[in-house]
């Protein structure tokens, strides 16, 4: 139970087993007060600590922090060889780097979390288990749909790797909105808003910075944040665990 | 709505005398109901109108307005204090204002039948345009600029009030249209806001080319319109100019009201800075044949307009900083003693340069003359023959430049204090890129005194660009000295 406690609660999604991304952003939540952590999704995959990264999620879920399923976790449980997509390519990999009790771990996780108006899932709140992408307007709006059946005014959610907010504009129509790092945007109640938080472990829009985003429940403001880590350790992890090198490149473009 | 009575209470505030009842809401002047806390400042409180009834605009633009007084700081716009939330008695506090609204310089100007002076219409207009300028480089836009939405300080700055309709880029668009739906008020709306374009900063410039319109010549550029399709004119129409109207409007008055009121904006001032600019130098402004015409464009300009206008559609915008930041305002400081022509020369090159990359740029070429120079000049010259002088020099320098694009201007200022004449002079300015000689304005006294170069790359705005000789004449020969310095 939350109580009347001011409520900061860090969002970090596709942690993608980037050991020195997740430590980097971790600090920087604790630096601007987060009282609250939510994983969703996609702890393992493409980087090289699997096992390390999942370790830090089940502590702090020991501790009360929320973590969602994503399809790189779900790969990682049961990975099949013969699908080409990325998720079970390396799914093979990152189910011979967990131990027992840390794939039991991925294979309990939630595929959505409500906590009163709040709605977190990996990717759509459409049937989350069809893992879809959400970078339209269109897109957001059907999840956006689906979370006010359950009375959930704000989703966030990762899967995209982007740092996005969708909200209803003026006539009624989901707009999209390119958030400015660092800026506390107001996001109040009676409106319905979507934001696809980022990626910490692999960033997919040219900048090799971390991103995370943390809401102060409180007073309904969120910060999209980007975290400068070392993501040339992280790639030389990658090489030094034989992972395709293009793994490994990706992180300094942020592609 | 009610009017609250004075004495009333709300979140530990005492609500005092309303000051303004409108369409929108009411406001009042209010204090802290604890008698033992004294404001600041002087507060103001203001209660949107949102019974039953009312649109959802109303909402909206109380969010918005709550969003950017938030964000905005700087002394155009009023102090964010406190607000009252949203689902139980929505109101925003924030600093009131005290001065007079533009309204009563067109108010007074109907009671006595007499228009204001160019040069007071031209203080309003770069007052205007300073506050309008500072918004945009905090990335907003204001879009609904009137009369009644700015007022006037006696120390005659301008403030910007009712942020609204307003437009900031770190934050969501509440009020984006896609539907083409049109959002502001018709008689100072630029023709991209009529359809649905937000966010650009020449809007905020057409909007005080219309008031400065209506202060010259006393009547609206565009008039009412109260149709889609009225509103849609000024997209292709350009309005009668001011001389044919007002006759004793100036030449360069009518050159920069025009220039606001392009229906391009791209043909329009780039940023609001260029614009107080030129009011604050009306001697400087270049007047084409759009600052002496009596009569509208030609029907063939009008159907160019009316074809590209059929075009126009919403977009999202690039941050108003942003754009800004590409029409910079360049000043360079040109010494006029002790300089050498290899300084001079390289002035120039790295002047040509500056503008080169940055197209539609501006140039502000400036000298510091001292007030006691004039006694050392030729006995019987006056103070205007040598400020005169100064100007020629100048144009001479600047016969160098290649100002294809670019306006130009020539500045003497006269001071004792060269650093602080500049740094001034690029912060009233808006400069944004301030070109001086590395090793000018008495650099033989470097090692004593912190020279002029130094205090104003401490102390300016706005980047400085120190330029060194690129022709060294005096080190000819002398270079194997510099070399080997740090052999070891």
Not at chain 1, 142 to 167: D, K, P
Not at chain 2, 302 to 311: N, S, Y
Request: contains cysteine; charged residues 20%.
């Amino acid at each position: 139970m939350i109580g009347l406690s001011p409520m900061k609660l860090a969002l970090l999604s596709d942690l993608h087993a980037n050991l020195q991304a997740l430590t980097a952003c971790l600090a920087d939540a604790h630096a601007r007060g987060a009282t609250h952590h939510a994983f969703l999704g996609d702890l393992v995959g493409y980087g090289a600590d699997p096992g390390p990264v999942v370790d830090i999620v089940m502590r702090m879920v020991n501790q009360g922090a929320w973590a969602l399923k994503g399809n790189h976790d779900a790969a990682a449980v049961n990975p099949d060889p013969t699908n080409r997509r990325a998720d079970h390519v390396g799914g093979v990999w990152s189910h011979s780097q967990l131990s027992r009790p840390q794939r039991d771990f991925l294979a309990d996780l939630p595929l959505v979390v409500r906590h009163d108006k709040l709605l977190l899932v990996h990717a759509s709140a459409v049937d989350p288990a069809r893992w879809s992408y959400i970078t339209r307007p269109s897109e957001a709006a059907e999840s956006m749909t689906a979370a006010q059946a359950q009375q959930a005014t704000h989703v966030f959610c990762g899967h995209v790797h982007e740092q996005r907010l969708f909200y209803t504009g003026a006539t009624g129509r989901t707009m999209a909105f390119e958030p400015t790092a660092g800026v506390a945007l107001p996001v109040p109640a009676h409106r319905q808003w979507l934001a696809t938080i980022g990626s910490v472990g692999q960033p997919r829009d040219g900048r090799p910075e971390a991103g995370y985003a943390i809401l102060d429940v409180t007073t309904l403001q969120l910060t999209f944040v980007r975290v400068p880590y070392d993501h040339r350790a992280a790639a030389a992890a990658i090489l030094k665990a034989g992972l395709p090198s293009f793994n490994a490149m990706r992180l300094a473009i942020g592609q | 709505m009610k009017l609250m009575e004075p004495g009333t209470e709300i979140d530990g505030f005492v609500i005092g005398e309303c000051v303004h009842a409108g369409g929108m809401g009411h406001i009042y002047r209010i204090g802290y109901a604890d008698p033992g806390r004294k404001p600041p400042f002087p507060m103001a409180m203001k209660v949107p109108r949102m019974t039953g009834g009312d649109g959802a605009e109303n909402i909206v633009g109380f969010e918005v307005e709550h969003q950017l007084l938030q964000a905005l700081h700087g002394p155009h716009v009023p102090r964010f204090v406190a607000a009252g939330d949203l689902a139980r008695l929505p109101y925003l506090v924030m600093e009131y204002i005290d001065g007079r609204p533009l309204q009563h310089w067109l108010d007074e100007a109907t009671t006595t039948r007499r228009r204001p002076a160019a040069s007071e219409i031209a203080a309003l207009g770069a007052a205007l345009a300073t506050a309008a300028h500072s918004l945009h480089m905090q990335n907003a836009v204001h879009l609904d600029l009137k009369p009644g939405n700015v007022m006037i300080r006696s120390d005659g700055s301008a403030v910007l009030l009712d942020f609204g309709l307003s437009w900031h880029g770190h934050y969501p668009d509440l009020l984006a249209e896609e539907t083409r739906l049109p959002v502001g008020s018709a008689v100072w709306m630029a023709p991209e806001q009529v359809v649905g374009m937000r966010g650009d900063p020449r809007s905020d410039v057409f909007a005080i080319g219309v008031m400065l319109y209506e202060l010259a010549c006393g009547e609206l550029p565009f008039g009412e319109p109260q149709t889609r399709g009225g509103l849609r004119q000024r997209l292709w129409m350009d309005p009668v100019p001011p001389r044919a109207i007002a006759p004793e409007t100036p030449d360069w008055l009518q050159e920069v009201i025009l220039r606001c009121l392009e229906p391009e904006a791209k043909l329009r001032y780039p940023s609001a800075a260029h614009l107080a600019f030129d009011l604050a130098n009306p001697d400087q402004v270049a007047v084409s044949e759009r600052g002496r015409r009596t009569t509208r464009e030609g029907f063939g300009t009008r159907l160019r307009r009316w074809i590209k206008a059929a075009g126009m559609h919403y977009e999202p915008s690039p941050l108003p900083s942003l754009q800004v930041d590409q029409i910079p305002i360049v000043m360079v400081a040109v010494p006029w003693k002790d300089a050498s022509d290899a300084t001079l020369y390289s002035l120039r090159t790295a002047t040509n340069r500056s503008l080169g990359i940055r197209p539609g740029a501006r140039l502000a070429c400036v000298t510091v003359v001292s007030a006691g120079d004039s006694d050392h000049m030729v006995p019987g010259r006056g103070e205007t023959d040598v400020h005169r002088a100064h100007l020629d020099r100048l144009r001479q320098w600047a016969r160098g430049l290649d100002l294809e694009g670019h306006q130009v201007s020539f500045h003497v200022l006269e001071a004792g204090d060269v650093a602080r004449a500049l740094v001034d002079y690029a912060r009233a300015n808006a400069i944004s890129l301030l070109i001086l000689g590395a090793a000018t304005h008495g650099v033989k006294f470097q090692r004593l005194i912190a020279t002029v170069p130094v205090r104003v790359a401490m102390e300016a705005p706005c980047s400085v660009m120190l330029v060194k000789q690129s022709l060294p004449f005096e080190r000819l020969g002398m270079e194997p000295t510099l070399a080997g310095d740090n052999a070891g």
